[in-house]
């Protein structure tokens, strides 16, 4: 009885995310289509990163393990690389360096994975079947669920913002990871709810997050809030890509969903500015974040199977019951009156 109520609960909380993407009316305001997907085979795009001319996404989990490569100015796809015959929950893309990206198989609706997995991949024209180093990421606190990795432009670490409902938190991985050994994450701070995918901004001090419907632009490493705004209407916006301080681009779930080019509010552009001395004397700082100091390590755990174990039923229940009060109040108010 006891073990299929939880089953129950955990449904709900999987089709949970779901339902608010689908009834996210969006923002009454449009965005730059700067392409469109035109293979047939990119039908949940989740995640997104641009270099030069080329961008990069993968499907949404469900597929396998395959990152497109796609000619910015035609939309047609100019390569796939094939890296997993059968990954768990694949939910998004980062920058990897020249002609590579990390694919972050971190997705978990039902908070039951003891650990969760970021592969370093190549990609560009042509196919090609790769078999590389996964790297096992995993939380201090338990299991969450999450769709953005993000990685820092200068010193390239990897950090991961989950999407919990009601609010999220970014985790930190170790600057040095290791492949032979569960890498811990640890706490930056905490965030919006809901997210789908971020981004660091160029200059490493700033970054986004976006839901299915808002942006939210936070300093780093403060995570101070900075600002945020509607989103476009999209099917199930699930990528973004920040290529300067002025606007940032969106990639969404659908057959042929377009790329969209969103220009930044003035007052976050603003805020993303260098500023301004008063002296030429006195010289300016490059505009590098600091990061945070190590939160994790790389390190073994004894026994992640008996460390998911001794989570509390509670926990369930209650995360359970939060997932179907959200359903609730969401058919309400999508209620025909």
Do not use: C
């Amino acid at each position: 009885m006891a073990e299929r109520f939880l089953r129950g609960i955990g449904v709900v909380a999987v089709l949970t995310p779901f339902v608010i993407g689908l009834t996210a009316a969006g923002a009454d305001r449009n965005g730059e289509e700067v392409f469109r997907f035109q293979d047939s085979e990119i039908v949940e795009s989740s995640g997104l990163v641009l270099e030069g001319d080329r961008a990069y996404t993968t499907n949404d989990s469900g597929d396998t393990g395959r990152v497109f490569t796609v000619d910015t100015a035609t939309g047609e796809t100019t390569g796939v690389t094939f890296w997993a015959d059968g990954p768990e929950d694949v939910e998004a893309l980062a920058p990897a360096g020249p002609g590579h990206v990390w694919v972050a198989d971190i997705g978990d609706n039902s908070a039951n994975r003891d650990s969760i997995e970021v592969t370093r991949v190549p990609v560009g024209d042509g196919d090609r079947t790769v078999d590389e180093e996964t790297i096992d990421l995993v939380y201090p606190d338990g299991p969450r669920d999450a769709e953005a990795l993000l990685v820092h432009p200068v010193t390239g670490r990897l950090y991961v913002a989950t999407k919990g409902f009601f609010g999220g938190e970014l985790y930190a991985a170790p600057p040095e990871l290791a492949d032979d050994a569960p890498n811990m994450l640890g706490k930056v701070g905490d965030t919006s709810g809901i997210v789908t995918d971020g981004a660091f901004f160029p200059d490493g001090a700033h970054l986004i997050l976006r839901t299915y419907t808002n942006a939210y632009v936070y300093s780093f490493p403060d995570l101070k809030s900075i600002g945020d705004f509607p989103l476009p209407a999209q099917e199930q916006g699930e990528g973004v890509a920040a290529m300067s301080s002025k606007d940032v681009y969106l990639s969404s779930e659908g057959q042929q969903a377009p790329v969209l080019k969103v220009p930044l509010p003035p007052e976050i552009r603003a805020a993303l500015l260098p500023k301004p001395y008063a002296s030429l004397s006195v010289p300016a700082p490059t505009a590098t974040a600091t990061e945070p100091e190590p939160q994790g390590g790389a390190k073994a755990v004894d026994d992640l199977a008996a460390a998911a174990a001794d989570r509390s039923v509670w926990w369930w229940v209650v995360s359970g019951l939060l997932s179907i009060g959200v359903v609730v109040v969401l058919l309400r108010a999508i209620r025909p009156r």
